[in-house]
């Protein structure tokens, strides 16, 4: 069975910084890309970031609300993608979901909040 668990969700302070985690299980994922989306109350669930496999490039994309702050990165050792996050801002404040695409389906994790308030 695929899995998908994120971690490192929390509160912030404008200005902070969080690392989410997400770590795959029922499958090798390095051949996949992964991406991270997040999701505000009253939005609907946009792309934040994404990176190809190793075997695609490792090519990163990144939203333009947060290029130059958030970073994407991937460890196929650990089966894990990572999204460093700096410089948070108010508006980063969803739920942020760790997402791959694979046999025709989309494989979701269950979300883990980050809110960034002082």
């Known amino acids: 069975q695929v899995q998908l668990v994120e971690s490192g969700g929390g509160l912030a302070q404008p200005g902070g910084s969080l690392r989410l985690s997400c770590v795959g299980s029922?499958?090798?994922?390095?051949?996949?890309?992964m991406g991270w989306y997040r999701q505000a109350p009253g939005n609907q669930r946009a792309l934040v970031a994404r990176?190809?496999?190793?075997?695609?490039?490792?090519?990163?994309w990144y939203a333009d609300s947060v290029k130059g702050r958030f970073t994407i990165s991937r460890d196929n050792a650990k089966n894990a993608v990572y999204l460093q996050m700096t410089s948070l801002e108010p508006e980063d404040t969803a739920v942020y979901y760790c997402?791959?695409?694979?046999?025709?389906?989309?494989?979701w994790g269950q979300g883990t909040q980050v809110t960034v308030s002082s």
């Open positions: 029922g499958r090798d994922f390095s051949r996949n890309t």
């Open positions: 990176i190809d496999s190793i075997e695609g490039g490792g090519t990163t």
């Open positions: 997402n791959t695409y694979f046999s025709n389906s989309n494989y």
